[in-house]
């Protein structure tokens, strides 16, 4: 009768942590930060527009969209110019944004 009380009382208190350790890690998974989506499509283009300064930086308007414009070849003197870009662009779900890697300003 003992070794019955000790027998259940053990298979009790391994009920029990295991039901602690899955609380504790539904409970950790649950108030993980959830990550930002970084989900970015990249493409080449080659694209002409007048570029002007936004909230957002120096951008390019080719007439219908906006595209951001980054790199070291995007200066202040080229706002209010009709200008062509080639580089990479970028999609996500903030907007379009053309890294820059040639710029030149069209007559």
């Not at 108030?31 to 930002?36: G, H, K, L, T």
């Not at 308007?61 to 595209?67: A, L, Q, R, V």
């Amino acid at each position: 009768m003992k070794t019955k009380i000790t027998l259940i009382t053990v298979l009790i208190i391994g009920f029990i942590g295991m039901g602690m350790a899955f609380a504790t890690e539904k409970k950790t998974k649950e108030s993980a930060p959830v990550a930002a989506d970084t989900t970015m499509q990249s493409t080449q283009i080659e694209i002409k527009g007048i570029v002007k300064k936004t909230e957002s930086g120096i951008s390019l308007f080719d007439g219908s969209k906006i595209y951001l414009l980054k790199g070291d070849l995007v200066h202040e003197n080229m706002i209010g110019n009709l200008v062509k870009v080639n580089g990479d662009l970028q999609k996500t779900e903030n907007g379009a944004t053309i890294i820059v890697e040639k710029a030149m300003r069209v007559n």
